[in-house]
């Protein structure tokens, strides 16, 4: 039988843990350990042992048993209400811990609770790995993307944007039609910004309503199997105007250049320059006010992180956004975000919602 991808990423982890210079691993992060075993539930803890599954043990309490014996039928059961105080008990030899998860208080607990173990700090294992996305990850990614744009696509075409309607009527349906297209909850609390408000490059939606002549910024995503996506479409209610059409093409060819410029090898700093560039030489660089994109994964915003400083590379696998905006204050702005894989070749648009300036 084929190794399960969470067993496959045990695998891998095994490995990072040996050069850390670790026996075992002891894992506490919820979304690491739904990564590297499948388990959704709200309390567990993982011992990964480096030297196999055999070894290795996971723990929850009571009531996940069931659902923790069809989630994770691999590895040894521990059931126990605290269930990393329970792991460290068990825990022997040079056992690595997430110090980047862990109290003061807790990392107490653990220590004193390790009698057989020498606790190390070992940060980010099990981050490194999550940075590449495997086929089965970006297979979830491109679903929950597909929900997204399927849900854009139908609140367009029965009218669920026009003059009159709330900002908080648009939000709600648009997340109710990503439910209906297979999305598990919203990905994050979808930014519906209409007019002036559109320049609030993180606006939460309000009781404002649409008007003819506004833009009207969509940032929102979907959720599949613990996988987020994330996009952002700028449409025009009524007619365009000349200073909204030519703010919409230059934030546009800022998108095209800063995708343009994601592979494998390309400094981080270099992919936001590429689209900066584009927006700084148009005299509109101060109203490009955030980072051009992140990771996107298990979290809507996981490394690595598309800025203006950061010298890390990217490299095929990782997901990312590419969100250029141009906000001018007072008057409305323009944001548009793709999601995107890292490829050899070019990247795998995971957002496919068209990026023509929308007029409804
Ligand atoms: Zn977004
Ligand atoms: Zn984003």
Same mark, same amino acid.
């Given at each position: 039988?084929?190794?399960?991808?969470? %067993?496959?990423?045990?695998?891998?982890?095994? /490995?990072?843990?040996? %050069?850390?210079? /670790?026996?075992?691993?002891?894992?506490?992060?919820?979304?690491?350990?739904?990564?590297?075993?499948?388990?959704?539930?709200?309390? /567990?803890?993982?011992?990964?042992?480096?030297?196999?599954?055999?070894?290795?043990?996971?723990?929850?309490?009571?009531?996940?048993?069931?659902?923790?014996?069809?989630?994770?039928?691999?590895?040894?059961?521990?059931?126990?209400? #605290?269930?990393?105080?329970?792991?460290?008990?068990? %825990?022997?030899?040079?056992?690595?811990?997430?110090?980047?998860?862990?109290?003061?208080?807790?990392?107490?607990?653990?220590?004193?609770?390790?009698?057989? #173990?020498?606790?190390?700090?070992?940060?980010?294992?099990?981050?490194?790995?999550?940075?590449?996305?495997?086929?089965?990850?970006?297979?979830?990614?491109?679903?929950?993307?597909?929900?997204?744009?399927?849900?854009?696509?139908?609140?367009?075409?029965?009218?669920?944007?026009?003059?009159?309607?709330?900002?908080?009527?648009?939000?709600?349906?648009?997340?109710?039609?990503?439910?209906?297209?297979?999305?598990?909850?919203?990905?994050?609390?979808?930014?519906?910004?209409?007019?002036?408000?559109?320049?609030?490059?993180?606006?939460?939606?309000?009781?404002?309503?649409?008007?003819?002549?506004?833009?009207?910024?969509?940032?929102?995503?979907?959720?599949?199997?613990? $996988?987020?996506?994330?996009?952002?479409?700028?449409?025009?209610?009524?007619?365009?105007?000349?200073?909204?059409?030519?703010? $919409?093409?230059?934030?546009?060819?800022?998108?095209?250049?800063?995708?343009?410029?994601?592979?494998?090898?390309?400094?981080?700093?270099?992919?936001?320059?590429?689209?900066?560039?584009?927006?700084?030489? #148009?005299?509109?660089?101060?109203?490009?006010?955030?980072?051009?994109?992140?990771?996107?994964?298990?979290?809507?915003?996981? #490394?690595?992180?598309?800025?203006?400083?950061?010298?890390?590379?990217?490299?095929?696998?990782?997901?990312?956004?590419?969100?250029?905006?141009?906000?001018?204050?007072?008057?409305?702005?323009?944001?548009?975000?793709?999601?995107?894989?890292?490829?050899?070749?070019?990247?795998?648009?995971?957002?496919?919602?068209?990026?023509?300036?929308?007029?409804?």
């Amino acid at each position: 039988m084929a190794d399960s991808p969470f %067993a496959t990423r045990r695998r891998s982890l095994r /490995a990072l843990v040996r %050069a850390a210079g /670790a026996d075992a691993l002891l894992v506490t992060n919820l979304l690491n350990i739904r990564y590297l075993t499948g388990f959704t539930g709200s309390n /567990a803890a993982l011992l990964l042992d480096a030297e196999g599954d055999e070894r290795t043990l996971f723990c929850t309490d009571g009531r996940y048993v069931t659902q923790s014996q069809e989630e994770v039928p691999d590895l040894e059961l521990v059931n126990d209400r #605290a269930s990393a105080a329970a792991l460290a008990k068990r %825990a022997k030899g040079r056992t690595g811990f997430e110090s980047q998860h862990v109290s003061v208080e807790q990392y107490e607990t653990l220590h004193a609770l390790a009698e057989d #173990a020498e606790l190390a700090r070992t940060p980010g294992l099990v981050e490194r790995l999550r940075l590449i996305k495997d086929e089965h990850e970006i297979g979830a990614l491109r679903k929950a993307c597909a929900a997204a744009d399927a849900a854009l696509a139908q609140l367009i075409e029965r009218g669920g944007i026009r003059p009159g309607r709330t900002e908080r009527e648009v939000a709600r349906e648009l997340e109710n039609l990503m439910l209906d297209h297979g999305s598990a909850a919203r990905s994050f609390e979808s930014i519906v910004a209409a007019g002036p408000n559109s320049a609030i490059p993180h606006h939460r939606p309000t009781g404002a309503v649409l008007a003819t002549g506004d833009f009207l910024k969509l940032d929102f995503g979907a959720t599949v199997e613990g $996988y987020h996506s994330d996009m952002t479409r700028t449409l025009v209610l009524g007619k365009a105007a000349g200073w909204q059409r030519e703010l $919409y093409d230059l934030v546009s060819q800022a998108q095209t250049e800063g995708s343009a410029a994601v592979r494998p090898g390309a400094v981080t700093k270099d992919v936001d320059k590429a689209a900066r560039g584009v927006i700084e030489r #148009a005299g509109h660089g101060d109203e490009f006010s955030h980072g051009l994109g992140h990771g996107v994964g298990l979290e809507i915003h996981e #490394a690595p992180s598309l800025a203006k400083k950061g010298d890390g590379t990217l490299a095929a696998g990782m997901t990312v956004t590419v969100e250029p905006g141009v906000y001018l204050a007072g008057r409305g702005g323009v944001r548009i975000e793709d999601t995107l894989v890292v490829r050899d070749t070019v990247p795998e648009l995971l957002t496919l919602s068209g990026k023509d300036l929308v007029v409804v």
